[in-house]
């Protein structure tokens, strides 16, 4: 149902996904996530992933309805921002 959630935040951290998780949990506030893997379906793959700073290979996307948006906006910037 991708027309009733909106993206609320973007993250390379594992660490920011998992606060993040864990404060929209704690505040009843359903999310999903997706992971967009940059080191695949790239003209890299030819090349491997030279040169290519790990870190950012992956970008994780927190989605929420968008009935929650401005509540759970407000709970990432705490939960980060402490």
Request: aromatic fraction near 14%.
């Amino acid at each position: 149902m991708p027309f009733f959630k909106e993206e609320v935040y973007a993250t390379y951290s594992l660490e920011d996904l998992s606060k993040i998780r864990e404060i929209l949990a704690i505040e009843g506030i359903k999310y999903s996530y997706r992971v967009k893997d940059g080191s695949s379906r790239t003209s890299r793959g030819n090349f491997g992933s030279f040169g290519m700073n790990t870190k950012y290979e992956r970008q994780y996307v927190i989605l929420v309805y968008k009935k929650d948006v401005e509540q759970a906006k407000y709970l990432i910037h705490k939960a980060l921002n402490s």
